[in-house]
């Protein structure tokens, strides 16, 4: 099956610091990938969309400067958390859909747990 | 404004029966619906789906049935396994679009 596979699974770092989550499709291209980010107990939150060779598109409430997203290839997507604070704490997640078939179906990533001291 | 509700946080249910979860939508533009499983500090896993030209979709123990007209659907699972427990997440998709809105998730609790 389609796997999607996230780095690092857990990240610690201090306030003001900036870090990067790497999201790859390993074993199919992937046009279209998203960022979802959750917080305990509540649900997937979609924070952008994110295509191959395009700027991301991102949901409204989230800001663009904080949240870099890069979609560089049609395997990996990285998105970086600037400046990242506590409140930036939380579960992030991305799934990617398969091309180009598959529209009905997003596979997801681990997850990469954030923590801002 | 919460367009996908899983108004139940959790169920517990006793092994071999069946686990019934709920899921309310209100954007009537809602054509494909997903159920997904997640375990604690994992991805969700894909379950099962639906089409909005359906009104039942059956694979294995899971069956999804959805109703248009009450803007309702729902997950079966029969028989409940322990392994089952896990948190379950019902999600739409916008017609036209790539996006899915998730629901909050129901935590169900197979009893051995």
């Known amino acids: 099956g389609a796997v999607v596979s996230q780095h690092p699974s857990r990240v610690i770092c201090k306030s003001g610091t900036s870090v990067k989550i790497e999201c790859r499709s390993l074993?199919?291209?992937?046009?279209?990938m998203f960022w979802y980010r959750q917080f305990p107990k509540q649900s997937l939150m979609l924070m952008a969309t994110?295509?191959?060779?395009?700027?991301?598109?991102?949901e409204q409430g989230v800001e663009k400067d904080k949240f870099l997203i890069n979609h560089a290839s049609l395997t990996l997507s990285t998105l970086t958390v600037t400046s990242a604070h506590p409140e930036d704490s939380s579960f992030y997640i991305c799934?990617?859909?398969?091309?180009?078939?598959?529209?009905?179906?997003?596979?997801f990533g681990p997850g990469t747990r954030l923590t801002v001291l | 404004d919460q367009q996908v509700k899983q108004n139940s946080p959790s169920l517990s249910v006793q092994e071999g029966r069946i686990s019934i979860l709920n899921c309310d939508y209100t954007n009537s533009m809602f054509d494909y619906f997903l159920w997904y499983k997640k375990y604690p500090a994992e991805g969700p896993t894909f379950l099962i789906s639906?089409?909005?030209?359906?009104d039942k979709n059956e694979d294995g123990r899971f069956t999804v049935f959805l109703n248009k007209s009450a803007k309702h659907l729902s997950l079966h699972i029969v028989p409940s396994q322990p392994g089952d427990s896990a948190v379950y997440f019902c999600?739409?998709?916008?017609?036209?679009?790539?996006?899915?809105?998730f629901g909050t998730g129901t935590r169900l609790k197979v009893l051995a």
């Open positions: 999600a739409a998709r916008e017609s036209g679009t790539y996006k899915y809105i």
């Open positions: 994110s295509n191959e060779g395009s700027k991301a598109t991102y």
């Open positions: 799934s990617a859909i398969q091309a180009p078939s598959g529209y009905n179906e997003q596979f």
């Open positions: 639906i089409s909005s030209i359906k």
């Open positions: 074993d199919f291209q992937a046009t279209t």
